[in-house]
């Protein structure tokens, strides 16, 4: 089990799941502490792709993953997507 900040506990899981393809990795990892920061278990996934040898082209399939446990998405995307409208009201 892990604990979150608030002291409550969630079992672990294996399975995880894409809430968002980022921009940069910048932007991924801005994303991860966030949600960290509010208790979630964050990963991101492809980061290395972005400046893989060979010159892959930018793109949706190079593009870092933010993933968390699938049991955690609906969560974490409504945190998401609570932060996107207060920082486009204000």
Known sequence: M?????GSKREATKEL????????AM???AIRILLEEHGFDV???GEALL???GGLPVGWE??????VPADEAAGAVELIE???RQQTES
Not at 2 to 6: G, H, I, V
Not at 17 to 24: G, Q
Not at 62 to 67: D, K, M, N, Q, S
């Open 2 to 6: 892990n604990e979150r900040k608030d």
């Open 17 to 24: 799941v894409e809430i968002v393809r980022a921009r940069s």
């Open 27 to 29: 932007e991924a990892h």
């Open 43 to 45: 990963r991101i996934d």
């Open 51 to 53: 400046g893989a040898l």
């Open 62 to 67: 190079t593009a870092p993953r933010v993933l």
């Open 82 to 84: 609570t932060i996107k």
